[in-house]
């Protein structure tokens, strides 16, 4: 079985930063698309950014040129860094992966999520 953990959340002042990350394990062959995604009470959840394996990062207008998506294959871990947080991030960060156990197939896995908190 696979699964996806994340940490990293809490409570930060309006501007400040925090650092999530999101971590894969189980019997994995290889992992594809990654990507972070949000939910704030109320609302629906949202896309915030997607890397692929190679790289290739994707990111939601309201969070670009502060938060940043990265990887580290060998770890089978992914990470978002945000930076000048805002009250409208307010929301619990869920990671997503689409992760091979056995050629052909691809499965598409959801951490439990993590609360960030932000004041003004």
């Known amino acids: 079985q696979v699964q996806l953990v994340e940490s990293g959340g809490g409570l930060v002042q309006a501007g400040g930063s925090l650092r999530l990350s999101c971590a894969a394990s189980g019997s994995i062959f290889r992992i594809n698309d990654m990507g972070w995604y949000r939910q704030a009470p109320g609302q629906q959840r949202e896309l915030v950014a997607t890397i692929t394996s190679g790289g290739v990062t994707n990111y939601a207008d309201s969070v670009k040129g502060r938060f940043t998506i990265s990887r580290d294959n060998a770890k089978n871990t992914m990470y978002l860094k945000m930076d000048s947080l805002k009250p409208e991030d307010t929301a619990v960060y869920y990671c997503?992966?689409?992760?091979?156990?056995?050629?052909?197939?691809?499965?598409?896995?959801w951490g439990q999520g993590t609360q960030v908190t932000v004041s003004s």
């Open positions: 997503n992966a689409a992760i091979i156990q056995t050629m052909p197939y691809i499965g598409h896995y």
